[in-house]
Every structure is written in C-alpha cells, then in structure tokens.
C-alpha cells in the first residue's frame, strides 16, 4: 500500500487573518453576527470525515462604510477556532481576487512548483481543495498496513471581501463544501449563489449603540450621553461617519456639542468629510468624501443621486419623477422610461439608494446627502435646486385658484377646493421635501425669478395645509419665508403670489376670531386681484373668488347688506365670463 500522500504539506490550523486585524473598537452587532453564525459555524462535535454539503453562504451587504467588512473580521477571528482554516481574500476586481488566492494557496502548502507564478493554475488549486478539503491526520502505527496519514475533511470559513461586483466570484466558486461569508454593496449577493436568499441588509448602528461609540471613542467623560446620542442621530448612525467624526473632534480638542453645532454648518461639510489628515486610512483607506466612489457613477445615476440630495431621504416617492416623464432641461437627468429605472438600478447596486417596490419609495442615506450636496459647484447647486422645486410645486396638489394669467409648459397639480382632505396623503409625502427645500433656501445664489415664484407658491400652498392639520408653528415659518422671497420678486406674474398671500392670512385671521383683520386681508387682495384683471384685459376665476372671500369676511364683520351686494356680483359676473368674454371689461367696472 502507498504509505505517501502528498497533502501532509497542509499546514492546519490555518487563520490567515494578519492584514485585518481585530478592531478593538468593535461594539453592537450582536443581531448581525448572529445571524452569519446562525448559517456558517459548523455543528460542535459534528464529524467532518462524512458527508458533504455546502458550501453555506451568506452575504453582509449595505452601502459602503456600513460596517460590512468590521462585522466579518469580528466574526472570523471570534470563531475562528470552530474552523480548520479561515481564508480572507479581497473581492473588488478578478486581479485583486487572483492575487488573494494565490496568497491563500501558498499559505495552505498546497502550491505545486509547477505552478509558481501561474494565477490560473493557483485558483484552480484552491477550488479543488475547497471543494474536496482533505486534511491529514495522524494515526497509530502499529498496523504495518496502515498508512501514518488518514485524510479527513477539513473545516473553513472563506470571507470574500469588497465584492461589489458578485458576478466575480463565479470562477472562484467552489463547488461543495465550506462556509463563505461575502461582504457587497449589491444587495443582489444574497441570491446569486444560493437557492433562497441568504443574508442581511446591514441598518445604521441604533442610537444607544452609536452614542457608545462616539463615547468610547472620544473618551471625554465630561460630555454628556445625551450629546453622543444628539450628534449619532445627526449623523444617522452611519459606523464610518461616527468612527471618522469622533477621530476629528478629539484631533480638534472639540466636545461633542461642539462637533454638533459644527457639522450642523453645511458650509462644513466639504472639509470634514475629507479630513485625511487627521484620520488614519491606513486600515480603512476611504473617508466619507471618497467611500461611495461617486466619481464612477454614469453621468444619469449621478444627476439622479444628486436630485435625491435635495430630497427628504425618507420615502422619496418614484412618482415624483416618473409622473412627468419629458426632458426636464437637467442635463443628464434620466427623463424616460428606460433610462430612469436603470439609473436607479445602478444606485441600488452600491446600495446608494433602496427601493421599497412595494410603495414604489426610495430611500437615501442622510450623510450620502451631506457629502454630494457639499461636492455640488455653486452653478450645479442653483440649477439642480431650481429642478428639484419645479418637481415638487408641479405634484403639490394645490388647494388655491390657478394663475391670472394663461401659462404655457407644465402647471402644477390642483384640485382648486380647500379642505379637501383627499389630496392630504399625496400633500404629506411631499411636505417634508418643501421643508428640506427651504432649510436650504439660505445657500441659493442668483436663483432665477420663475423659480422663486414656484417655490414661493410652493411655501405658501405647504402652509396652508399645516393650517389645514392645525400646525400653526410650522405654518408661521414657511408663509415668512414664502414672505420674504416674494417681496424680492420683479414679476408681472407677482400679482397672484401677493393675492393668495393675502387670501391665506385672511382666512388663518377668520379662523382665529381676528374678523376685522381677516377683512382688511381679503380686501387688499380683492384690489390687486382688480388690478390684475383690468392689466389682462378679462375678468377671471380668481377675481369672482376673492370677491366671495370678501362677502364672507363682511359677513363676520356684521356687514350683510355689503355682503349680499359682493355675491351677487361674483354671481352675476361668472355668468357674463361664461356668456361672453367681450363683457369683461363691463364686468370689471362694474365691480
């Protein structure tokens, strides 16, 4: 019998984990690593000499510096003693994966001298092993017939690291056997190479867990949780920006309050979300500035990210690009049916974006936000704001009149009633993006008139559905703002904006008992209603609806007979509009 077996070269055990190191920083995630045991370990005890199975699979994904990579090198050096051998091997290119299996293969003995320097050959290799992994253990040798070697099967966890791109690992795969942990940013690796999906999309870290963290970090004992938990929130847990944000402040000598108050600058953000300097990239070579490599999105993908970085990043709904499929004017925005789903798709593959294809909702990180609003030019800034308030204003389901004078181009949604609490669903998931949109109204420069009137009426119409809801508070900030940008208006179309402005104080001046108000607010946009009418040459729907604001308000005031005079007249003149357009003129002098 051959006594010989070339695999007593195999060395065991084998842990080969030298270039990732444990983080000794590590806290949380108890949930996900959980759930990679729960699917990889091997069962305690469990004889690895029969059968054969796998190889079990399970993939970390979430966008980059999610904590994906951190979670799989706690886990391989937690359990490592439940495996033979852990392999870790680098998946962002073919080249790179090449390079870690030869690695893997030389520390293993398995390399033949034939092979040296031969990449296909090595890969090879190390798929056959994985495939069938015999190891070699010693046995008694007092049976003269018996070989010194008996081959058992051996047990290893591979983690293939970085694969962006799972199509990869196709000519890695082995094809039995083993466990393979696979950290991506395409969410489309939990089922590629397994029958039912197999893994987990990675969430930011819990509040609780990140205020940890930064404490722990920063270790200034004299700041308070709430601090750490205020500036993680900011932060939206994200492991990277809290990591990398904690590193500056105690660079800085900042307090965590502080750090607070100095990310809250938008005018910040560039700076610190490149601050190399004063980070050390020598374990993680990225910062929030160049984690996401924006720079290799296609110009649609990229135009449609920076859109979104306008947007609350909650429950963007896709209608609010897909309902108006033309071309916007947004160079490189995908404005059509086959462009927009791909350039949304390929957002979804680095896990930039998340699609929630039951409410047809996207999602965005709040630091993705940050950092591509803060990498805009001030002229890219401008145009892609004005875009994102055409966008808005035009699926705003607004509850005033329409314009007093004839508009060509797209017009916004209206339904022309007030109270009508059928349009209050579509009005609440726009309503956070117009107040995202004024927050940031402050960094506009040389916005063009047409815009400012949108977003203005945009402002005004957010406000009086809060007055609707009975938020009062947020109704007072956005009619201010709405306020101040009309009052800079050179328009002959600012005729409308001061009406309904007027409109909307006097009936929120009603509802509140304030009738002399209300009435004095419902006249000056009644006169300049007249103005705007007797200038176009016609009356109009808006001028026989103020004049029955008028009469009501005259009604609250006591004044009947003033009152009756005023509807008659609104009555009295939409008939003659209908009958006749010639009896305009007649109709405005009349009034």
Known sequence: MDNTYPGTQLRFPCYLLHDVPRDTDFVGREHALNAVGEVLLPP???????????????????????????????????????????????ACSPDTLAKSFWEIVVRLGLEEPCNKGDPEANKQTLRSWLSNPWKPVAVSDADPECSP??????????????????????DFWPLRSGSILI??????????????????????????????????????????????EDLTKLLGGLPLAVSQIAKISVSRKLSLVEMYRLYNEPSEHANLHDASDELDLSVYPYTLATVWKMETLSPEAKTLLDVLGFLYPGQ??????????????????????????????????????????????????????????????????NALFSFTVFLVWFNWPSALPGASRRK??????????????????????????????????????NISVPTKMRFAALLLDAAWY???????????????????????????????????????????????????????LKEVGCTIQFVVSKDIGRPYERLFFALVEVSVSRIQTGRYQDAITMLLAARDGRRKVFTSCALAGQIIDDV
């Not at 047990?155 to 196709?170: K, Y």
């Not at 499929?325 to 998340?354: I, Q, T, W």
Request: overall charge neutral; some cysteine; aromatic content about 8%.
């Open 316 to 381: 963007v709904r896709e209608a609010l690009f897909t309902d108006m499929y033309h071309d916007h004017g947004v160079l490189d925005f995908p404005s059509d049916p086959a462009s927009f789903p791909k350039a949304r798709n390929e957002l979804m593959r680095l896990s930039l974006v998340k699609w929630n294809q039951e409410g047809i909702d996207l999602t965005i990180h709040r630091v993705v936000q940050d950092v591509v609003i803060a990498k805009l030019e001030a002229g890219r800034f």
């Open 466 to 520: 809060q007055h609707e809801k009975g938020y009062m508070q947020d109704f007072d900030e956005l009619r201010k703002t709405s306020i101040d940008i009309c009052a800079k208006i050179e328009s002959p179309d600012k005729g409308t904006l001061l009406i309904d402005t007027h409109f909307v104080l006097g009936a929120i001046a009603a509802d509140t008992n304030r009738h002399e108000d209300s009435q004095w």
């Open 44 to 90: 305690r005890g469990a004889s690895m000499c029969s059968g054969v199975e796998g190889p079990k699979v399970f993939a970390l994904c979430g966008m980059g510096g999610i904590g994906k990579t951190e979670i799989a090198i706690e886990f391989a050096h937690r359990h490592q003693s439940r495996f033979d051998a852990v392999l870790w091997a680098r």
């Open 408 to 445: 060509t181009g797209l017009q916004p949604k209206r339904c022309h009633k007030r109270d009508i609490i059928s349009r209050w669903p579509w009005c609440a998931s726009l309503y956070p993006h117009v107040v995202r949109l004024k927050d940031m109204w402050q960094l506009t420069n």
């Open 149 to 170: 070697f008996q081959r058992c099967r051996a047990t290893w966890l591979l983690v293939l690291d970085g694969a962006d791109d799972p199509l990869i690992l196709q």
């Open 183 to 228: 950290t991506s940013r395409d969410p489309s690796a939990k089922v590629i190479f397994s029958a039912a999906p197999a893994g987990l999309d990675l969430q930011p870290l819990q509040t609780d867990v990140g205020a940890l963290l930064l404490k722990f970090l920063t270790n200034r004992v004299e700041d308070g949780y709430a601090a750490a």
